[in-house]
Nanobody, 119 residues
Framework: VQLQASGGGLVQPGGSLRLSCAAS????????IGWFRQAPGKVREGVSC????????NYADSVKGRFTISRDNAKNTVYLQMNSLKPEDTAVYYC?????????????WGKGTLVTVSS
């Protein structure tokens, strides 16, 4: 199982970024994929999860209404569109899976991508 997050960078407050997660080594379309984030000095936080077929999504309260998760099973890729970014969104973002159809977990995770929200 390999998961590679990309798309991070430096953005001003109120700006947008789209993260991508490229997956390989397993039957991508059979499993839920999620995003977690780790900020310096803070507890790791689950951000969002999308079911195998994309019909179910959930979000942390802290990002509801601002972030949107989606997936393209033909491309083995999950996306996280992040709008109205805030400084508290600054963190390393990881895509994860526990090879479950509908629930997300951190059994497998790869290299993350750093998002910095600052003026």
């Amino acid at each position: 199982v390999q998961l590679q997050a990309s798309g991070g960078g430096l953005v001003q407050p109120g700006g947008s970024l789209r993260l991508s997660c490229a997956a390989s080594g397993f039957t991508f379309g059979d499993y839920a994929i999620g995003w977690f984030r780790q900020a310096p000095g803070k507890v790791r936080e689950g951000v969002s999860c999308i079911s195998s077929g994309g019909g179910r999504t959930n979000y942390a309260d802290s990002v509801k209404g601002r972030f949107t998760i989606s997936r393209d099973n033909a491309k083995n890729t999950v996306y996280l569109q992040m709008n109205s970014l805030k400084p508290e969104d600054t963190a390393v973002y990881y895509c994860v899976t526990n090879l479950n159809q509908n629930e997300c977990g951190m059994d497998y995770w790869g290299k993350g991508t750093l998002v910095t929200v600052s003026s």
